[in-house]
């Protein structure tokens, strides 16, 4: 192979980012596993690139991992999972935000992911946040942390995790 072929070769590869995070190690994280959160996350507003890691046994668990912080990442459990019968409810801003038609009602699992942060501390019964979920545009990756104070949802909604990954 010639220097002008092995040149081309090497410029038509595409190199996928290696990115460190503090409880997954090194991975692996291309350009279109990435989910864009315009406005962050409350709390964490300057961080508004996040993508998705699985860890083997832990499902239905996500884990929302920033790329731009390694120690920033998020449980997160599907809202369904946890309330069959959850109500998301959307202003017109967050649909337009989400990049949603304002005039339709988003179907959870067809048109977004909507799940609750999970928390859990020494010795405690983990907890869901209902009450603010993460909803994500499911065709173009854009993602906001919606907070209802009126929604009628607890943002210490009590998990019996193995009840929940039970059900899945």
Same mark, same amino acid.
């Given at each position: 192979?010639?220097?002008?072929?092995?040149?081309e070769?090497?410029?038509?590869?595409? *190199?996928?980012p290696?990115v460190p995070?503090?409880?997954?190690?090194?991975?692996?994280c291309?350009?279109?596993a990435?989910?864009?959160?315009?406005?962050? *996350?409350?709390?964490?507003?300057?961080h508004?690139?996040f993508?998705?890691?699985?860890?083997?046994?832990a499902?239905?668990?996500?884990?929302?991992?920033s790329a731009?912080a390694?120690s920033?990442?998020?449980?997160?459990l599907?809202?369904?999972?946890?309330?069959?019968?959850?109500d998301?409810? *959307?202003?017109?801003?967050? *649909?337009?935000e989400?990049?949603?038609?304002?005039?339709?009602?988003?179907?959870?699992?067809r048109?977004?992911?909507?799940?609750?942060?999970v928390?859990s501390?020494?010795?405690q019964?983990?907890?869901a946040?209902l009450m603010s979920?993460?909803?994500?545009?499911l065709?173009?990756?854009?993602?906001l942390?919606v907070?209802?104070?009126?929604?009628?949802y607890?943002?210490?909604?009590?998990?019996?995790?193995?009840?929940?990954?039970?059900?899945?």
């Amino acid at each position: 192979m010639d220097a002008e072929k092995a040149t081309e070769l090497l410029f038509n590869i595409v *190199l996928m980012p290696r990115v460190p995070t503090k409880f997954f190690g090194e991975v692996d994280c291309s350009d279109d596993a990435l989910y864009s959160f315009p406005s962050g *996350l409350p709390g964490f507003e300057g961080h508004r690139s996040f993508f998705f890691l699985e860890s083997p046994g832990a499902e239905p668990l996500l884990f929302l991992q920033s790329a731009s912080a390694s120690s920033l990442c998020f449980v997160l459990l599907p809202v369904l999972v946890i309330d069959h019968a959850y109500d998301l409810s *959307l202003t017109p801003e967050e *649909l337009t935000e989400l990049q949603l038609p304002i005039d339709l009602k988003p179907v959870i699992g067809r048109d977004v992911l909507c799940a609750a942060m999970v928390c859990s501390g020494d010795q405690q019964t983990p907890t869901a946040n209902l009450m603010s979920p993460v909803v994500i545009n499911l065709q173009t990756r854009v993602g906001l942390q919606v907070i209802h104070g009126d929604s009628g949802y607890s943002y210490r909604h009590s998990l019996n995790l193995q009840e929940a990954v039970l059900q899945c």
